[in-house]
């Protein structure tokens, strides 16, 4: 099973500051990595997806990159409704066989 | 419109049984690799669960392999999950997601949940 390793576990930031998230995985996904936002009481939303591509409706301020083992969520200026928990979650020859998550980053008030 | 709706969570003891269910409206069920997440009180996402789109083929997390079983009603839309001997461990919500289409299967489209507490 891939393991998914996010940091940092909590990211304090200021409104209108870059917020930078980071995932790991335990071994090659390629670009099969999808960034999702949860905030309390909701389900998760799809962000990201193949790595550096927006879903719909997502704003420019949100972007992915990275490829392999090593990727990175950016919020360019943190707004008020920016401050959730995001995950990252890895698809990679699915299917068949299992989907990983990594355990999140809380991105709060600073 | 595009939803999912899950329903049929509760309070129930360990070794008891429930049933899931997911009806979608404006998205064929059968059409996608369906799949049940989950994620316990205050903790992270974890995948359960998907059926295929295509012969019906499943599969499960082995955290609930043996006892967990997903299906599907197409005439109605719907998914289910049926859960024989719950343990503490199962207690979450759980979701239903569509993953969008090949190769990018992340889940774009979620329900918003229904509770199983597994509890004596």
């Known amino acids: 099973e891939i393991v998914m390793t996010q940091s940092p576990a909590t990211l304090s930031v200021s409104p209108g500051e870059r917020a930078t998230l980071s995932c790991r995985a335990s071994?090659?996904?390629?670009?099969?990595l999808a960034w999702y936002q949860q905030k309390p009481g909701q389900a998760p939303r799809l962000l990201i997806y193949?790595?550096?591509t927006r879903a719909t409706g997502i704003p420019a301020r949100f972007s992915g990159s990275g490829s392999g083992t090593e990727f990175t969520l950016t919020i360019s200026s943190l707004q008020s409704e920016d401050f959730a928990i995001y995950y990252c979650q890895q698809y990679h020859n699915w299917p068949p066989g299992s989907l990983t998550f990594g355990g999140g980053t809380k991105v709060d008030f600073k | 419109q595009v939803r999912l709706v899950e329903s049929g969570g509760g309070l129930v003891k360990p070794g008891g049984s429930l049933r899931l269910s997911c009806a979608a409206s404006?998205?064929?069920?059968?059409?996608?690799?369906m799949s049940w997440i989950r994620q316990a009180p205050g903790k992270g996402l974890e995948w359960v669960s998907y059926?295929?789109?295509?012969?019906?083929?499943?599969y499960y997390a082995d955290a609930v392999k043996g006892r967990f079983t997903i299906s599907r009603d197409n005439a109605k839309n719907s998914l289910y999950l049926q859960m024989n001997s719950l343990r503490a461990e199962d207690t979450a919500m759980y979701y239903c997601?569509?993953?969008?289409?090949?190769?990018?299967?992340?889940?774009?489209?979620w329900g918003q949940g229904t509770m199983v507490t597994v509890s004596s």
């Open positions: 404006g998205i064929t069920l059968s059409d996608s690799y």
């Open positions: 059926i295929s789109y295509s012969d019906g083929t499943t």
């Open positions: 071994q090659s996904v390629s670009s099969d």
């Open positions: 193949a790595a550096s």
């Open positions: 997601a569509r993953p969008g289409a090949y190769p990018d299967y992340a889940f774009d489209i």
